[in-house]
């Protein structure tokens, strides 16, 4: 970046462009200020300022350089755009700065600011024309010599920045270094790497172009390694290393040299730094080998070796060991459960029944579960669902899919389902008694064939308490006509808490007619956290203080044939679940949604807490339906002239 450009982009960070057209007696005299002033006000502008500031003279930096400035946690990366600088305050981890260099537009355009926001996160973007990788070194060493910080992480896409990084490492180490792909294509260069990138602690090295046959037998000088296709890593360079964590991936190590290596590890004679271990190989393994003349053991009796397991902080990894399909794979997942829980001591949480032996086998393994989804046709016969309810404990929730039950159509069980959540699709073999007779706490039930006065007989039920006592939340999506008279007939409907906490409040259709909007508007509702989405497909959020774990969603959409509206669906993702109502898109989808949110925050008398703002009608609308929220975001190209929005509206 010119000086030119540092002296245009602070200007315009301060939003003071026109400045240069006025007279140099006009100018404020920003240096000529006493000096302890001038570092006062230096040391009260933000990163960016200080950037350009710094950059306008050799006078300027020095000055930038004298004052007290935070360390910054600086990084270099980057993506299919371009290279990035990114960097964080430790002070402030919900701030974000990022120097971006690209060509996506034109040089005039630049340089341009960027800030996006989300909750209490920030991130503010600097775009700068990309001539080539000796700016972004540049820039790098200028930001590293004004904050007196070093870099904290790099990522290297290009060759050159090897040597650089060698140059910079010499005088400040880096913690975590990644080598893209074919980068390396020499053993001299790989030489250079691992000799003069010392104090790293991640490293991570893809692919490298070098011929096949090549084999490293030194040890990898950093405390966590992760390399791709690591056919040339040898034992010899594992053996004799200090790593605490190696991650390999498509090693050639045979079951041999694994078993050497678990030998070793457990003994303690090698490998002592050694924490976390994972190798993943492109050659066919022998259990048996492997694990020959390991001593297992089933406590801390050799001194610890190994019994912990640990990644770095900021890392994730799903690892997945495949095996092949066969006509035996039921049994040998059943086998490798049943293993698995044994040296883990462990048992299992959840569990989805597609086969009707996994009934059987769950049944006699371990009765009780947290979680249990039952897929379609697994139960053929009223005797594997008797089983399954009086045999098989689920402490959490019992789902059964669509067609799970595969019994003929007139059968029927009038016992309760002993879980605590149930969610049941095509239910049309629930009754009435196993509802009333249960003490569940959600019910979810769809394509049900109660009538208008089974749900009237559940609503009143509920309502007096001398069942369904723990009933917490009920949703039932009917194949049969409700008429919503009868459904509401003789219930007691109260504004308080005079039932001793039983549900006093009952929601139904309160968009059928006034009558029913009404009855639902004299209940006390808990409070719902409403928010919209504006962008197509249009959906309004919901969630109630009191059930954290709940959301519900209306999305108005035209996927399917306008028959087929409204439709639901539901899902559990462990103790979450999530509730859509889809409605059809007549083409007027954005004022249906300013109606349907209307109609919400008046029954549930809650505000709008959050919108995003996807185009210029929805402006006037809130302000003039809510001119106070807590939440706006406003989409590319809305606002589309200087007014007077902002001074209309207030966010907080």
């Known amino acids: 970046m010119s000086v030119h450009e540092a002296e245009m982009a602070f200007l315009q960070l301060f939003e003071q462009l026109e400045i240069q057209s006025k007279s140099s007696k006009r100018r404020f005299p920003l240096l000529k200020l006493p000096r302890v002033v001038l570092l006062e006000c230096i040391e009260n502008l933000d990163i960016f300022e200080i950037i350009f500031f710094s950059l306008l003279s050799k006078r300027v930096k020095s000055i930038a350089k004298s004052v007290c400035l935070n360390l910054l946690d600086i990084h270099m990366s980057s993506t299919e755009k371009g290279p990035q600088i990114w960097f964080k305050l430790p002070n402030t981890p919900g701030l974000d700065w990022t120097i971006d260099y690209s060509t996506e537009i034109e040089v005039a355009a630049y340089p341009f600011f960027q800030s996006f926001f989300d909750g209490p996160h920030a991130n503010h973007f600097l775009f700068i024309y990309d001539n080539g990788i000796e700016d972004l070194k540049q820039m790098v060493d200028h930001i590293c010599e004004v904050f007196r910080s070093p870099i904290s992480g790099i990522y290297i896409f290009d060759e050159s920045h090897i040597e650089w990084i060698e140059r910079i490492i010499k005088f400040q180490p880096t913690d975590r270094v990644w080598i893209n792909k074919d980068i390396i294509k020499s053993v001299e260069t790989l030489d250079r790497v691992f000799k003069n990138l010392k104090g ?44 605490s964590i190696i991650r390999l991936y498509e090693s050639k190590f045979t079951s041999k040299d694994i078993n050497t290596i678990l030998k070793e590890w457990q003994t303690g004679s ?120 009086k045999h098989l404990k689920v402490t959490d929730c019992v789902g059964f899919d669509s067609d799970s039950v595969a019994i003929k159509k007139k059968f029927q069980i009038t016992e309760p389902l002993p879980s605590r959540s149930i969610s049941i699709r095509n239910s049309y073999w629930l009754t009435v008694p196993a509802i009333l007779n249960g003490n569940n706490s959600v019910i979810q039930l769809f394509d049900s064939k109660f009538t208008s006065k089974d749900v009237n007989t559940l609503l009143k039920e509920w309502l007096i308490g001398s069942k369904l006592r723990n009933l917490e939340y009920l949703s039932i999506h009917t194949t049969t006509l409700l008429d919503s008279d009868e459904v509401l007939k003789d219930l007691n409907w109260t504004d308080g808490d005079e039932n001793d906490g039983r549900p006093n409040t009952v929601i139904l259709f309160s968009l059928l007619s006034k009558r029913a909007k009404s009855i639902a508007k004299l209940v006390h509702w808990t409070p719902l956290d409403i928010c919209l989405k504006t962008e ?48 059809k898109d007549n083409g007027n989808a954005m004022e249906d949604l300013k109606q349907m949110t209307d109609h919400i925050g008046e029954v549930f008398r809650s505000p709008i807490s959050g919108i995003d703002i996807s185009e210029e009608s929805l402006i006037e609308w809130i302000i003039k339906f809510q001119p106070t929220i807590r939440k706006v975001w406003i989409w590319n190209n809305v606002i589309t002239s200087v007014g007077s929005y902002f001074k209309k509206s207030q966010s907080y």
């Open 200 to 243: 790293t602690k991640y490293f991570r090295l893809e692919s490298i172009s070098i011929d096949e046959n090549f084999q490293y037998k030194e040890p990898i000088p950093f405390r966590s390694i992760t390399i791709d296709n690591s056919h040339w890593v040898t034992l010899s360079s594992i053996l004799n290393g200090t790593n």
């Open 270 to 389: 090698k490998l002592r730094n050694l924490e976390f271990l994972l190798i993943q190989t492109t050659t066919s393994l022998d259990a048996a080998e492997v694990f020959e003349e390991l001593n297992w053991t089933d406590g801390d009796e050799i001194d610890g070796r190994p019994t912990t397991v640990s990644t770095l902080p900021d890392s994730k990894d799903n690892n997945f060991f495949a095996l092949r399909y066969n006509r035996r794979s039921i049994e040998d997942s059943k086998r490798m459960t049943e293993h698995i829980c044994e040296v883990l001591r462990s048992p299992i949480r959840d569990i989805q029944i597609a086969h009707q032996s996994i009934i059987e086998w769950i049944i006699k393994f371990q009765p009780t579960v947290r979680n249990v989804w039952i897929w379609n046709n697994a139960i053929t016969s009223v005797g594997t669902l008797d089983r399954i309810l």
């Open 536 to 583: 197509s497909p249009p959906e309004i959020q919901l969630k109630c203080s009191i059930n954290p774990c709940r959301e519900w969603y209306i999305e108005f959409n035209k996927e399917k044939e306008s028959s087929e509206y409204p439709y639901f669906n539901s899902y559990m993702t462990g103790s979450r679940e999530v509730n859509f109502l889809f409605l």
